[in-house]
């Protein structure tokens, strides 16, 4: 599967943002889905997942209450709807997928798209 990241950019303090990542190849609905950010030196973290059914999400401690990870099956799409957003939260955003495993570890995805940047200004 092909994975392509969109929907970032710059926002202010307490704004708001969607990104979406959108699936090429296998048939979608067979991934789980996730979503990592990388903020400028420092390590690779986990934001939140989605099973293939979509039924089930985590989250990061960091941004429960404030993201929200949905997807779209008929779409081949996942999202990630960013609230209250922080400068804490400026980073590159990557989506990921994998055929059988949707927990925090992205040594676990097998596949993942380019990465999109969020930049939030205080």
């Known amino acids: ?17 969607r990104l979406s ?5 296998r048939t979608f609905s067979f991934y789980a889905m996730a979503w990592f950010r990388q903020a400028p030196g420092r390590d690779r973290e986990f934001v939140a997942s989605i099973r293939r059914s979509g039924v089930s999400t985590t989250y990061a401690d960091s941004v429960k209450g404030r993201f929200t990870i949905s997807r779209d099956n008929a779409k081949k799409t996942v999202y ?22 949707a927990g925090s570890s992205g040594l676990q995805y097998d596949y993942w798209g380019q990465g999109t940047l969020v930049t939030v200004s205080s």
């Open 21 to 25: 990542c959108a699936a090429s190849g």
């Open 80 to 101: 990630l709807q960013m609230n209250s957003l922080n400068p804490e939260d400026t980073a590159v955003y990557y989506c990921a997928a994998d055929e059988s495993y």
């Open 1 to 17: 599967v092909q994975l392509q990241a969109s929907g970032g950019g710059s926002v202010q303090a307490g704004g708001s943002l």
